[in-house]
């Protein structure tokens, strides 16, 4: 009888185990345009897995006079530098409703960090020179990741969730999010209208401070 409580117990954890597995397992999603490219720095929100607000500082930095990264991802109440590590000079500023804020003429790195304390689209642009567009999308304390060069990310869903999805090439314009159902426990893809790639259709096609937040 020993034996057979032991086998008991075995079967029960191992079927918990597999259990645990199909419900929590990350599932990749690719995310493609119409000419079955990859798109990159897609972003990809997930409301219903609650994220704490990070300590760390994030970095978004001036480089070539582009800013980089191009898109950035933080949560909700996050502190966010920005550091220019050109030789020339940099305005940052933003016209947002999620955080409207300025850093006049300036180099280096010596620029206190912002907080960023509401969720939504952050469009940044340079004062100076307008063709340096980059975006801050904050978190409302949820799961968020970009795409990678190949269109990717690592999702912890499962098939029947829902999730959002953002890109500054989206054609009916950066202020645009769409809701996107998973159909697969472990990969998908998905093939939408987009955009031209950014170092094709130059800088001041990316560029929107719309009135309409998301």
Known sequence: MKSKGNMMRYLIALMCFFTFQNVYADMTLTIMDQDNKPVSDAVILLSKESVST?????????????????????????YVNFPNSDDIRHHVYSFSKPK???????????????????????????????????????????????TDKDGKASLPVKQGDTVTLWSERFIEGVNTTKQINITNDTEQSLSLEFLPPIEIMGHSMGYGFGKKQW
């Open 54 to 78: 990070p300590d760390a500082v994030a970095i978004m930095d001036q480089i070539d006079e582009s800013f980089v990264p191009r898109v950035l991802v933080i949560q909700k109440g996050q």
């Open 100 to 146: 409207a804020f300025e850093i006049k003429l300036y180099k280096g790195s010596e620029i206190p960090p912002i907080a960023f304390d509401k969720p939504g689209l952050v469009v940044l642009g340079c004062n100076i020179h307008d063709d340096m567009i980059g975006y801050i999308i904050v978190a409302d304390n949820s799961y968020v990741i970009k």
